[in-house]
């Protein structure tokens, strides 16, 4: 999973720093392709690969003081040598689900959960169909119906945004 996008980035940047660039096509790694690669890593029980693309998008933004988004240069990893991914949009519920559902497809419930409680925190996305089924997964999973507090929280708050934004427009 991740090597392919390491190879796009790679040969984002080769292009990006060579001077003939009239002659050369090249594909910047943007949210579609991160999450296409966190389904990939999710359809192949690669989870924990699937949150590390998502941290790794989410930690090449941050958000201005006046709301807009900007790119900021990440620090470059350790041995990496890697320069960041450049800018792209941000991670969205779907990008969000796809490591929920991976985390949840792998037995990791509790991590599933935190990956909808991130996004719903964070603003990310809105409440749907899917969220709801992976939250409702996630607590069927967990084999305790005690934790019907944690999951109403997040169906809430997921609720609660998505009447947000729909006033809002």
């Not at 999973?1 to 080769?14: F, Q």
């Not at 999450?35 to 192949?44: P, Q, S």
């Not at 699937?50 to 900021?72: K, P, V």
Request: glycine share 6%; hydrophobic share 40%.
């Amino acid at each position: 999973c991740l090597d392919l996008l390491e190879e796009m980035m790679d040969e984002a940047s080769s292009s990006s720093s060579s001077s003939s660039s009239s002659s050369s096509y090249s594909v910047r790694p943007n949210v579609v392709s991160f999450t296409t690669a966190i389904v990939a890593c999710g359809k192949a029980g690669r989870w924990r690969e699937a949150l590390e693309l998502l941290r790794r998008i989410e930690n090449d933004y941050e958000i201005a003081a006046d709301g807009h988004e900007e790119w900021r240069e990440a620090p470059r990893q350790e041995g990496n040598g890697r320069a960041p991914l450049g800018p792209m949009q941000q991670p969205n519920a779907f990008t969000y689900s796809a490591v929920a559902k991976a985390c949840l497809a792998a037995g990791e419930w509790s991590r599933a959960l935190r990956v909808l409680e991130d996004m719903v925190a964070k603003g990310r996305g809105t409440m749907d169909v899917v969220c709801c089924s992976i939250a409702m997964s996630a607590w069927a999973a967990s084999g305790d119906p005690q934790r019907h507090e944690r999951i109403l929280a997040i169906l809430r708050a997921m609720l609660d945004e998505h009447e947000h934004a729909a006033s809002s427009s």
